[in-house]
């Protein structure tokens, strides 16, 4: 069904745990490939008691450094409450989420707010930039909360605007810039802190099909310069034939 550019990760469906087909773990050592993210027999549901909806059933999935994953499958079916797990916005029923060598599970509030911000790069369907604020200053707000100086934040701010293509664009608002500029702004937003992976949401849910190809272009730029992880929810072929491997899920199981 789907199209892979890259060899070298390869693609695996598997009822057990999923992961890129390496022939034996001295290839990985060799290639300095480690485990970034790692998922152990995870559940999740949501309701009460009789009206419960078992949204996720037993996962088990690893995720390599330096990975592009796309994560597919029908509306409902649990990819953004899978993705909302690795990132820490919510937690598991049972089962283990593994970070970046952190059990999320042992985390408290403030710690996982700290996991977030230090690791984490969100990037959503809808930007959710802030609209009075400036491309740079939206850029500034990861900053902000980790109490960076004034100066320090605009240099950061800036050298991330450049990245994506936006020097000319940094004291714009949202509403003067175009659907593909406001998500790069919020991807240099998620660039910001350096994060060891990028969690993306529908990143092209709301482009055309040409902006949302810039889009997974720059997405793999910054994965081939920063080495950066990516998992990538997504409704579009065109994204997930980008992939280094695509993860099929339907009914809250890895099919
Ligand atoms: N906070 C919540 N409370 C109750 N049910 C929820 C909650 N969040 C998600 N669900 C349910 O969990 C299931 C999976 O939702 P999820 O948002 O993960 O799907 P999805 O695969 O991302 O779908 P889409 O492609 O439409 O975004 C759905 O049936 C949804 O109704
Ligand atoms: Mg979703």
């Given at each position: 069904?789907?199209?892979?550019?890259?060899?070298?990760?390869?693609?695996?469906?598997?009822?057990?745990?999923?992961?890129?087909?390496?022939?034996?773990?001295?290839?990985?050592?060799?290639?300095?490939?480690?485990?970034?993210?790692?998922?152990?027999?995870?559940?999740?549901?949501?309701?009460k008691i009789k009206q419960e909806v078992v949204?996720?059933?037993?996962?088990?999935?690893?995720?390599?450094?330096?990975?592009?994953?796309a994560l597919v499958g029908p509306s409902g079916s649990g990819k953004s409450t899978l993705l909302n797990l690795i990132?820490?916005?919510?937690?598991?029923?049972?089962?283990d989420v593994i970070v970046d060598g952190r059990n999320l599970g042992g985390l408290n509030d403030n710690e996982l707010s700290v996991f977030r911000?230090?690791?984490?790069?969100?990037?959503?369907?809808f930007f959710y930039l802030q609209p009075y604020l400036t491309a740079q200053e939206n850029v500034e707000i990861p900053l902000v909360f980790r109490g960076e100086s004034r100066a320090v934040r605009s240099q950061k701010a800036r050298r991330v605007l450049?990245?994506?293509?936006?020097?000319a664009r940094i004291s714009y608002l949202?509403?003067?810039?175009?659907?593909?500029?406001?998500?790069?702004?919020?991807i240099a937003r998620a660039l910001v802190n350096s994060p060891k992976i990028i969690l993306a949401d529908e990143p092209t849910g709301n482009?055309?099909?040409?902006?949302?190809?810039?889009?997974?272009?720059?997405?793999?730029?910054?994965?081939a310069n920063l080495h950066t992880?990516?998992?990538?929810?997504?409704?579009?072929?065109?994204?997930?034939?980008?992939?280094?491997?695509?993860?099929e899920i339907s009914d809250g199981k890895i099919v």
């Open positions: 069904m789907f199209s892979s550019d890259s060899d070298q990760l390869g693609r695996c469906n598997s009822n057990h745990v999923v992961e890129p087909k390496f022939s034996d773990t001295v290839d990985q050592e060799q290639n300095n490939v480690s485990k970034i993210i790692e998922l152990r027999s995870v559940y999740k549901k949501y309701g949204v996720l059933q037993n996962i088990n999935l690893n995720i390599y450094t330096g990975e592009i994953v990132g820490g916005l919510d937690q598991p029923d049972s089962g911000n230090q690791t984490i790069g969100f990037v959503f369907q450049e990245q994506v293509g936006l020097s949202p509403n003067q810039l175009s659907g593909g500029q406001v998500q790069r702004v919020a482009l055309d099909m040409n902006t949302g190809t810039e889009i997974i272009n720059l997405l793999k730029q910054i994965n992880t990516m998992v990538i929810v997504t409704h579009d072929l065109n994204v997930a034939k980008h992939a280094h491997r695509v993860i």
